[in-house]
Protein backbone atom coordinates (compact mmCIF):
# COMPACT_ATOMS: atom_id res chain seq x y z
CA UNK A 1 0.00 0.00 0.00
CA UNK A 2 2.76 2.26 0.87
CA UNK A 3 3.86 1.97 -3.04
CA UNK A 4 0.21 2.69 -3.87
CA UNK A 5 -0.41 5.91 -1.91
CA UNK A 6 3.21 7.57 -2.74
CA UNK A 7 1.88 6.84 -6.34
CA UNK A 8 -1.29 8.67 -5.68
CA UNK A 9 0.58 11.66 -4.10
CA UNK A 10 2.42 12.01 -7.67
CA UNK A 11 -0.61 11.76 -9.36
CA UNK A 12 -2.69 14.09 -7.99
CA UNK A 13 -0.21 16.98 -7.72
CA UNK A 14 1.48 16.09 -11.17
CA UNK A 15 4.73 15.06 -9.61
CA UNK A 16 5.41 18.27 -7.44
CA UNK A 17 4.61 16.73 -4.11
CA UNK A 18 7.73 13.50 -3.09
CA UNK A 19 5.85 11.93 -0.99
CA UNK A 20 7.92 9.91 1.99
CA UNK A 21 6.36 7.17 3.91
CA UNK A 22 7.35 6.38 7.39
CA UNK A 23 5.89 2.95 8.53
CA UNK A 24 5.83 2.46 12.10
CA UNK A 25 6.21 -1.04 14.31
CA UNK A 26 2.87 -1.81 16.76
CA UNK A 27 2.44 -0.37 20.03
CA UNK A 28 1.97 -2.77 23.10
CA UNK A 29 -0.21 -1.60 25.52
CA UNK A 30 1.05 -2.10 29.50
CA UNK A 31 -1.48 -1.90 32.56
CA UNK A 32 -0.48 -2.67 36.19
CA UNK A 33 2.90 -4.17 34.58
CA UNK A 34 0.59 -6.88 32.46
CA UNK A 35 0.12 -6.44 28.44
CA UNK A 36 -3.67 -5.34 27.72
CA UNK A 37 -4.86 -7.67 25.28
CA UNK A 38 -6.89 -5.95 22.63
CA UNK A 39 -9.91 -7.92 20.98
CA UNK A 40 -12.34 -5.79 18.53
CA UNK A 41 -14.55 -9.00 18.88
CA UNK A 42 -14.64 -8.85 22.47
CA UNK A 43 -15.01 -5.47 22.02
CA UNK A 44 -11.42 -5.00 24.40
CA UNK A 45 -9.46 -2.42 22.31
CA UNK A 46 -8.06 1.29 23.06
CA UNK A 47 -8.62 4.03 20.92
CA UNK A 48 -5.91 6.82 20.66
CA UNK A 49 -8.77 8.91 21.58
CA UNK A 50 -8.47 7.08 24.98
CA UNK A 51 -4.94 6.81 25.87
CA UNK A 52 -4.75 10.89 25.09
CA UNK A 53 -7.96 10.96 27.58
CA UNK A 54 -5.65 8.56 30.24
CA UNK A 55 -2.05 9.79 30.37
CA UNK A 56 -2.36 13.23 28.65
CA UNK A 57 -1.58 14.96 25.07
CA UNK A 58 2.18 15.41 26.39
CA UNK A 59 2.84 12.20 27.56
CA UNK A 60 1.29 10.45 24.66
CA UNK A 61 3.56 12.31 21.96
CA UNK A 62 6.57 12.11 23.89
CA UNK A 63 6.45 8.36 24.88
CA UNK A 64 5.28 7.91 20.88
CA UNK A 65 8.24 9.64 19.54
CA UNK A 66 10.42 8.09 21.99
CA UNK A 67 11.58 4.91 19.82
CA UNK A 68 12.64 4.59 16.51
CA UNK A 69 9.52 3.49 13.98
CA UNK A 70 11.10 0.24 13.39
CA UNK A 71 10.92 -0.79 16.75
CA UNK A 72 7.94 -1.85 18.82
CA UNK A 73 7.03 0.26 21.46
CA UNK A 74 5.78 -1.11 25.10
CA UNK A 75 3.64 2.08 26.65
CA UNK A 76 2.94 1.66 30.11
CA UNK A 77 0.20 3.34 31.57
CA UNK A 78 1.82 3.60 35.12
CA UNK A 79 4.86 4.13 33.88
CA UNK A 80 3.96 7.77 31.71
CA UNK A 81 2.08 9.04 34.82
CA UNK A 82 5.06 9.03 37.18
CA UNK A 83 6.81 11.77 38.37
CA UNK A 84 9.65 10.48 38.33
CA UNK A 85 13.17 9.75 36.19
CA UNK A 86 11.83 6.74 34.62
CA UNK A 87 8.86 9.24 33.20
CA UNK A 88 10.88 11.01 30.30
CA UNK A 89 8.18 13.23 29.62
CA UNK A 90 8.25 14.51 33.40
CA UNK A 91 11.70 14.67 33.71
CA UNK A 92 12.00 17.17 30.20
CA UNK A 93 9.24 19.03 31.58
CA UNK A 94 10.80 19.38 35.21
CA UNK A 95 14.18 20.26 34.29
CA UNK A 96 12.78 23.51 32.62
CA UNK A 97 10.54 24.10 35.40
CA UNK A 98 13.19 23.96 37.61
CA UNK A 99 15.02 26.12 35.77
CA UNK A 100 12.07 28.72 35.64
CA UNK A 101 11.88 28.34 39.21
CA UNK A 102 15.38 29.85 39.82
CA UNK A 103 14.53 32.87 37.58
CA UNK A 104 11.18 33.03 39.55
CA UNK A 105 13.25 33.68 42.92
CA UNK A 106 15.37 35.74 41.79
CA UNK A 107 12.65 38.06 39.93
CA UNK A 108 14.54 37.83 36.41
CA UNK A 109 12.94 37.60 32.94
CA UNK A 110 14.30 33.99 31.99
CA UNK A 111 14.26 35.60 28.79
CA UNK A 112 15.60 38.75 28.76
CA UNK A 113 19.87 39.21 28.40
CA UNK A 114 22.16 38.51 31.51
CA UNK A 115 24.84 40.91 31.78
CA UNK A 116 28.51 39.77 32.10
CA UNK A 117 32.10 40.10 31.88
CA UNK A 118 33.40 37.09 29.42
CA UNK A 119 36.68 37.75 32.09
CA UNK A 120 34.65 36.09 34.78
CA UNK A 121 33.58 33.57 32.47
CA UNK A 122 34.42 29.69 34.60
CA UNK A 123 32.62 26.77 34.54
CA UNK A 124 32.98 23.68 36.85
CA UNK A 125 33.19 20.38 35.38
CA UNK A 126 29.83 19.23 35.81
CA UNK A 127 28.66 22.62 33.76
CA UNK A 128 30.98 21.90 31.12
CA UNK A 129 29.34 18.35 31.34
CA UNK A 130 26.40 19.87 30.22
CA UNK A 131 27.35 22.76 27.82
CA UNK A 132 28.82 19.97 25.96
CA UNK A 133 26.26 18.38 25.21
CA UNK A 134 24.22 21.52 24.68
CA UNK A 135 26.68 22.03 21.77
CA UNK A 136 25.68 18.46 20.62
CA UNK A 137 22.12 19.89 19.90
CA UNK A 138 22.54 21.68 16.46
CA UNK A 139 24.22 18.28 15.04
CA UNK A 140 21.51 16.12 16.56
CA UNK A 141 18.81 18.48 15.16
CA UNK A 142 20.57 17.84 11.61
CA UNK A 143 20.72 14.51 11.76
CA UNK A 144 16.65 14.05 12.84
CA UNK A 145 15.60 15.74 9.89
CA UNK A 146 18.16 14.08 7.55
CA UNK A 147 16.77 10.47 8.37
CA UNK A 148 13.51 11.70 9.38
CA UNK A 149 14.12 10.19 13.06
CA UNK A 150 12.59 12.28 16.00
CA UNK A 151 12.80 9.74 18.45
CA UNK A 152 16.46 11.58 18.35
CA UNK A 153 15.41 14.37 20.10
CA UNK A 154 13.07 12.75 22.76
CA UNK A 155 17.13 11.04 23.57
CA UNK A 156 19.29 13.63 23.20
CA UNK A 157 16.57 15.66 25.61
CA UNK A 158 16.37 12.98 28.47
CA UNK A 159 20.01 12.70 28.16
CA UNK A 160 20.63 16.43 28.89
CA UNK A 161 18.00 16.84 31.58
CA UNK A 162 19.93 14.18 33.06
CA UNK A 163 22.70 16.14 33.75
CA UNK A 164 20.96 19.15 35.22
CA UNK A 165 19.11 17.24 37.38
CA UNK A 166 21.87 15.26 38.76
CA UNK A 167 24.09 18.96 38.92
CA UNK A 168 21.11 20.01 40.88
CA UNK A 169 20.88 17.41 43.41
CA UNK A 170 24.40 18.05 43.67
CA UNK A 171 23.52 21.22 45.41
CA UNK A 172 21.66 19.75 47.80
CA UNK A 173 24.49 18.65 49.83
CA UNK A 174 27.14 21.02 48.80
CA UNK A 175 26.40 24.81 48.83
CA UNK A 176 29.50 25.82 46.41
CA UNK A 177 26.94 23.89 43.20
CA UNK A 178 23.71 26.29 44.29
CA UNK A 179 22.18 28.31 41.96
CA UNK A 180 21.31 30.94 44.13
CA UNK A 181 23.21 31.09 47.84
CA UNK A 182 21.91 31.44 50.92
CA UNK A 183 22.36 35.20 51.15
CA UNK A 184 20.16 35.35 48.04
CA UNK A 185 23.58 35.67 45.68
CA UNK A 186 23.09 35.54 42.28
CA UNK A 187 26.18 33.48 40.17
CA UNK A 188 25.40 35.12 36.60
CA UNK A 189 27.77 32.45 35.07
CA UNK A 190 25.64 29.83 36.01
CA UNK A 191 22.16 31.71 35.18
CA UNK A 192 23.51 32.18 31.55
CA UNK A 193 23.94 28.20 31.29
CA UNK A 194 20.23 27.91 33.01
CA UNK A 195 18.95 30.00 29.97
CA UNK A 196 20.61 28.61 27.38
CA UNK A 197 20.07 25.33 29.11
CA UNK A 198 16.02 26.54 29.34
CA UNK A 199 15.92 27.52 24.96
CA UNK A 200 17.31 24.07 23.84
CA UNK A 201 14.62 22.09 25.75
CA UNK A 202 11.96 24.58 24.65
CA UNK A 203 12.85 24.07 21.75
CA UNK A 204 13.29 20.48 21.18
CA UNK A 205 9.78 20.11 23.21
CA UNK A 206 8.44 22.36 20.53
CA UNK A 207 9.93 20.37 17.98
CA UNK A 208 7.76 17.24 19.32
CA UNK A 209 4.80 19.27 20.41
CA UNK A 210 5.18 18.90 23.38
CA UNK A 211 4.70 21.42 26.55
CA UNK A 212 6.99 23.24 28.88
CA UNK A 213 5.27 24.25 31.98
CA UNK A 214 7.29 26.91 33.97
CA UNK A 215 5.79 25.42 37.08
CA UNK A 216 4.93 21.72 38.18
Known amino acids: YTKRIISAAKAISDNKVNLI???????????????????????????????????????????????????????????????????????????????????RFSNLNLNKKIRMSSKKFTLNQHEIGILKKILEWPRCLEITLNKLEPHRITFYLYELVTLFHAY???????????????SGQL??????????????????MSILGVSTPKSM
Open 21 to 103: CKISQLVKLFKNGQPFKMSKRRGDYITVEDLIKEVGKDSARFMMLSRSNEVELDFDFEKVTEKSKDNPVFYVQYAYARINSVF
Open 168 to 182: WNLGKDNKEFRFISE
Open 187 to 204: NNERLVLLQVLSIVIKNG
